[in-house]
């Protein structure tokens, strides 16, 4: 069978101790050999990220998850249930599972992704002994987070020699992060899976992070943050809000179901969908379009708060939070 275009080169670079841009199901990562030093320092380098801030490692399944990660029940349930998919676990990491791999931590976190070309990659370099593969979002620390192969050009293109087209990804938000380490299960990010749905695999509820939990980079209050000011605003208030910033001369990219009233030159609209789902798809590229209008404030409509929009509702907080 004849691989997607890119592969080979991608398969040739990891194998060589390079980073490669990689299309995934939830997010693209910026991809390396787990098991190597080097590469997974050049992840930090370009991604300027914090040495302290764990990266996730991506194997084809739970075979090879076994020999980085300590397994427990928790996890063969999970696992069975959500993988290949977009979910991480978090375990401790079995002693011959290199620091670097998880930025010297006790634990190591662990997904296996569903994207076609992710796994055709992972096979790829598994033949070549390669069982883990450190990916963190393909973005600048703290910035949005990239769902097609052009966010990542536009990010980090100089940096990466090879970055793969794998569409724009199916889900659009970050994998649900469990911590299954610790006795109890505890969910460190939400994501496209919800704790309800994790509580049912388990048989056991899912616990929200304490202050001992481990630090996680999307945790942290500012995070996956457009350039342009971003403001949260519950639906009563948003016409209150802004006609007061269009009275004060300035310019605003507008996120909301309805149009805007008042309109206007100075209001770029774009429309905010309705599901959950929807909205998890067009987050991060509808962040970085609404960014892109050269307003002086980014308005977004708060969406609904139950459960199903855990995800959605966390990302836009974080975007939101003062830097
Ligand atoms: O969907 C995803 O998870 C994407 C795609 C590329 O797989 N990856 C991703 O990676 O979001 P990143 O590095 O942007 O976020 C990984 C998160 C970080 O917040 C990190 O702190 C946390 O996982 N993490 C990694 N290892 C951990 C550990 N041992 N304990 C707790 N958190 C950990
Ligand atoms: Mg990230």
Redesign the pocket.
């Known amino acids: 069978m004849k691989s997607p275009a890119g592969v080979d080169e991608a398969v040739a670079a990891l194998a060589a101790g390079d980073v490669v841009g990689l299309p995934?199901e939830?997010?693209?990562?910026l991809a390396a050999d787990a098991a190597n030093r080097e590469a997974v320092a050049k992840i930090y380098r370009i991604k300027q990220r914090p040495a302290d801030?764990?990266?996730?490692v991506?194997v084809l399944g739970d075979a090879q998850a076994r020999s980085w990660g300590a397994w427990n029940p928790a996890a063969q349930r999970l696992t069975h249930t959500f993988w290949p998919g977009?979910l991480?676990i978090?375990l401790p990491r079995r002693p011959q599972a290199p620091a670097w791999a998880?930025a010297g931590?006790a634990?190591?976190?662990l997904?296996s992704?569903s994207h076609p070309v992710a796994r055709e990659v992972m096979a790829r370099v598994l033949a070549l002994g390669i069982t883990g593969i450190a990916?963190?979002?393909a973005n600048r620390f703290g910035r949005v987070s990239p769902t097609s192969a052009a966010h990542v050009r536009t990010d980090l293109g100089n940096d990466v020699a090879v970055v793969l087209e794998g569409g724009d990804a199916d889900i659009g938000v970050?994998?649900t992060?469990v911590?299954l380490s610790r006795g109890r299960a505890v969910l460190?990010?939400p994501g496209h899976i919800g704790a309800d749905a994790i509580a049912a695999a388990l048989g056991e509820p899912v616990a929200a992070p304490d202050v001992d939990a481990?630090?996680?980079?999307?945790?942290l209050a500012s995070h996956y943050a457009p350039a342009t000011p971003l403001q949260l605003v519950h639906r009563s208030q948003l016409d209150g809000a802004l006609g007061h910033a269009l009275a004060a001369g300035r310019r605003v990219a507008l996120w909301s179901p309805e149009p805007p009233r008042p309109q206007g030159p100075d209001v770029r609209w774009h429309v905010q969908p309705g599901t959950a789902d929807a909205m998890e798809h067009v987050l991060y590229r509808t962040l970085r379009e609404l960014d892109a209008e050269s307003a002086d404030l980014i308005l977004i409509q708060s969406p609904p708060t139950d459960p199903a929009w855990a995800a959605v509702n966390d990302r836009l907080k974080r975007a939101a939070s003062p830097r």
């Not at 801030?53 to 996730?56: G, V």
């Not at 481990?214 to 945790?219: A, E, H, K, L, M």
Request: glycine share 6%.
């Open positions: 995934t939830t997010v693209y990562g801030h764990p990266l996730i991506h977009p991480t978090v998880c931590h634990t190591i976190a997904r992704p990916a963190p979002s970050e994998s992060i911590d460190l990010r481990p630090r996680v980079s999307g945790s």
